[in-house]
Structure formats: C-alpha cells, structure tokens
C-alpha cells in the first residue's frame, strides 16, 4: 500500500505506474463509497487480494474521508506500506503502519528521510527506535508487493 497526500497525487501516481505496467489500484476521497469497495473487491489478473470478508462492510462503512484506507481496513497479503507522504501526526502513522504484516504475516513500513520530524514524534511517543532502511532486503521476505500489486491511497 501507498499513501499519499492528495487525491491529485494519488492519481498521478497511478497514472505513472500504470505507465511502467505495474498493476495498481487508486482509492480515495473522491470516490463515491461504493467505487472505493468495488475497487477494493476488485480483482486483477494479478489477484489482488481484498478485504477480510469478516469485517468487509465494518471496515468500509467507518473509514473517514481523509484517511479512508489508514483506519479500520484489513487487507490480506499487505507486507509493505510505502508513506510517500508521511502524514503529519503520530496516530495516523501508526494506523497507516498497521496495514503491513496483518494475519501473522512479516510487515514493513517505509518513510522518507524528508518525514524526520514526524519519524521523531513517533519514536517518541510510542518509545521506540525506527531504524533505517537497510541497503538489501530479501525479496522473499516481502514478495507479495510484486506479486499482488499497489493501493494509492490518499
């Protein structure tokens, strides 16, 4: 999963990336609630995997405007959340990150060096160390982000 700022820049994104001919899918405010569910429903030939069947219309029904995918959203095979634009406060961070590793799977969330007061924030209230990212990661640990395709999210 990606998160971005705005909804312009979650549909420039996508645009690029399907440009590149990467599977993706863009979801945010400016979509009524049912294309957001139809689109996460969705599934490609690359199968991207959707919403815990449990929980679907929960999760759909009480995500907010501005952040509607960060909060109250479970979405199997999500290993990677990408902050492309690091949101601005600690709880939407720590939402967002929640996404990744879900159903006793590895998670990983990734964050730009410009995002160092937040990352600072975070580290603080939550009295943890955010390492950085190191120079190789194994593939195999994270594959799913290749296999399964992109979320925008704005």
């Known amino acids: 999963v990606i998160f971005v700022e705005s909804v312009a820049r979650a549909n420039e994104l996508d645009k690029l990336l399907v440009e590149c001919n990467f599977p993706s899918i863009r979801i945010h405010s400016g979509l009524a609630q049912e294309e957001r569910y139809v689109f996460i429903l969705?599934?490609?030939?690359?199968?991207?995997?959707?919403l815990n069947s449990i929980s679907r219309e929960k999760c759909m029904y009480t995500c907010r405007d501005r952040d509607i995918f960060g909060r109250g959203i479970d979405v199997e095979r999500v290993n990677i959340v990408i902050n492309y634009d690091c949101p601005?406060?600690?709880?939407s961070y720590l939402h967002r990150v929640g996404c990744a590793g879900r159903f006793g799977t590895k998670g990983?969330?990734?964050?730009?060096?410009?995002?160092?007061a937040v990352m600072a924030s975070i580290q603080s209230r939550f009295t943890v160390a955010v390492p950085e990212l190191p120079d190789h990661i194994d593939p195999a640990s994270y594959s799913t982000l290749f296999i399964y395709g992109l979320f925008i999210c704005a």
């Not at 990983?108 to 160092?116: G, H, Q």
């Open 42 to 50: 969705q599934r490609s030939d690359t199968s991207l995997y959707a």
């Open 88 to 91: 601005s406060d600690a709880d």
């Open 108 to 116: 990983l969330a990734v964050a730009s060096e410009s995002d160092s």
